[in-house]
């Protein structure tokens, strides 16, 4: 069974810093998604990473997916209060299903 | 497009109501799902649809919850009865498979049971 582990589970941070999020999964998978999800709010979607060493940067947010360490990470740079929301890892099941796993969420506060 | 339109956004109901929620996805998507989201055990995936067609209800949590989706523009999600612990809000989000199976989300139905 396809298990998604993200860390930290909350992050508190000072603007202009950078931090890393991290995102593990445990089986086989080339398709992995971020979102973002402001309190009270649905998800959008940030980043969709479809194969090993895929990278995606928009704005201060940067992700890359490492398929053979079963990894992917969200690097955010100089971090500015607006950065402040819940991001969640998402890992396609695989095996024709297109269903997507998430991961338990990394709760981001950017502090002024 | 408008995006994935859920309905109602709120719903108050009473223990023992039978509730039920609506779903549009986005037109020319032939996947949708059906996820609950608590503080407790995060975002679960309930069912999901391909081409109209429920193809996993594992996440369903008991024979109280039941999902439809008659068409390709219109799904429900129906709990009878309904109890305090449905308490949660649940999304629908549609997707179009074989392309990068990109999940849209809708808004989201905020639902207590009292």
């Known amino acids: 069974e396809l298990k998604v582990e993200q860390n930290p589970l909350f992050l508190s941070m000072q603007e202009g810093k950078n931090y890393t999020i991290y995102c593990n999964y445990s089986t086989t998978s080339d398709r992995l998604y971020w979102y973002r999800q402001d309190p009270g709010k649905s998800l959008e979607s940030l980043f969709v990473?479809?194969?090993?060493?895929a990278v995606k940067q928009e704005g201060r947010l940067m992700a890359s997916l490492d398929t053979k360490a079963r990894l992917s990470t969200l690097h955010i740079t100089a971090a500015v209060h607006d950065l402040s929301a819940t991001y969640f890892c998402?890992?396609?099941?695989?095996?024709?299903?297109?269903?997507?796993?998430f991961g338990t969420g990394t709760r981001l506060k950017v502090l002024a | 497009d408008a995006g994935v339109i859920q309905s109602p956004r709120h719903e108050v109901t009473e223990m023992g109501q039978e509730v039920t929620l609506r779903c549009k996805p986005i037109?020319?998507?032939?996947?949708l799902f059906w996820y609950r989201q608590t503080m407790m055990r995060g975002l679960e995936l309930l069912i999901y649809?391909?081409?109209?067609?429920?193809?996993?209800d594992s996440g369903m949590p008991e024979d109280r919850f039941s999902a439809k989706m008659p068409n390709a523009s219109f799904s429900t999600l129906k709990i009878q009865p309904s109890e305090p612990r449905d308490s949660a809000v649940y999304f629908c989000a549609s997707s179009l498979l074989l392309a990068k199976n990109i999940q849209y989300f809708g808004a989201g139905t905020r639902l207590s049971v009292l």
């Open positions: 037109s020319g998507h032939n996947s």
């Open positions: 990473l479809l194969s090993n060493g």
């Open positions: 649809f391909n081409n109209n067609v429920p193809i996993d």
């Open positions: 998402a890992v396609d099941a695989g095996s024709g299903t297109y269903k997507y796993i």
